[in-house]
Structures are given as C-alpha cells and as structure tokens.
C-alpha cells in the first residue's frame, strides 16, 4: 500500500525555505559580535563593582548555541531542501521556481509557464512527491521544529 504524501507540508518546507535563508545569514552575522560581547563582558567586571554583566553572559552563551546547534540544524535543512530541488528535473525546477519562489498564484503559474490545469497539477504532485522522497519522507529533518528544540525553559 502507497504512503499518503502530505502535499501541503512540501508546500510549506518550500515557503519556508527563503526564511530559512535569511533566519541563517542573521544568525551567522551574529556570531560576529561573540569577541566583542566577551571583552564587554570583562571590561564591565574591571570597570564596575567587580559584578559581570549576567545580561552580556547571557547573550554570549545564546549565540554559542546558535553556533553549536541552530545553524547547523538551519543549514542542513537548507542544504538538503536545496539539494531535494535541484534533484529535480529543469521543467520542474522551473515550476518550483515560479510558484513557490516567486510566490504566483496557481492560475499565474499555468499561464506562465503555459501549460493546462490538468498538467499543471500533475506536475505539482510529481513535484511534490520528489521533494518529499528525497528529504527523506515522514522521517524528514525538515520536520524538526527548531523554535521548540531551542526554547529556553
């Protein structure tokens, strides 16, 4: 018996992608800064009452976490998602592009890339299938919730 495909899940791994993206270049320009909070951690214990700034210690170990754990989970979701893609062949590529990148509506789709309803949605589904297969199916990294492996309790 044939697995269901949850389309809508695809769909939503690949309306995310771009957030991914740039949730991941923030992260990585915020570890930048690590150097600079540490001496302004020190100099604060120099200069002050002999106190450490609990505020600056606590952003320092959170972009450690980010280093150590968000964006290695945030670039493997971006890497095989990117890599599911471009498994695909150019006529699907296309279509990804044009509906999930630029984000056009099913209609603007078919007329763009003027093809039927019905063969519009044939490839979707082929589409989406793809995807899904290749990350992995309902065992997907793409799946893991990253907000909630990384709240604070």
């Keep these: ?68 754990l968000e964006i290695p989970l945030l670039q493997l979701k971006v890497q095989v998602l990117e890599g599911a893609i471009r498994s695909l062949r150019p006529e699907e590529r296309k279509f990804v592009e044009e509906r999930y990148g630029h984000h056009l509506p099913n209609a603007d789709t078919m007329e763009k890339l003027g093809v039927s309803p019905r063969t519009y949605y044939e490839r979707r589904k082929l589409v989406l299938e793809r995807i899904y297969l290749f990350a992995g199916g309902e065992n997907s990294i793409l799946d893991l919730k990253d907000e909630a492996l990384f709240e604070q309790t």
């Design 1 to 68: 018996m044939k697995k269901r495909i949850p389309y809508r899940q695809v769909e939503n791994w690949l309306a995310d992608l771009p957030e991914w993206k740039a949730r991941l270049e923030m992260m990585q320009e915020q570890l930048a800064n690590i150097p600079g909070l540490t001496q302004k951690f020190e100099l604060v214990a120099i200069h002050g009452q002999g106190q450490k700034n609990e505020a600056i210690l606590n952003e320092v170990i959170r972009r450690l976490q980010l280093r150590e």
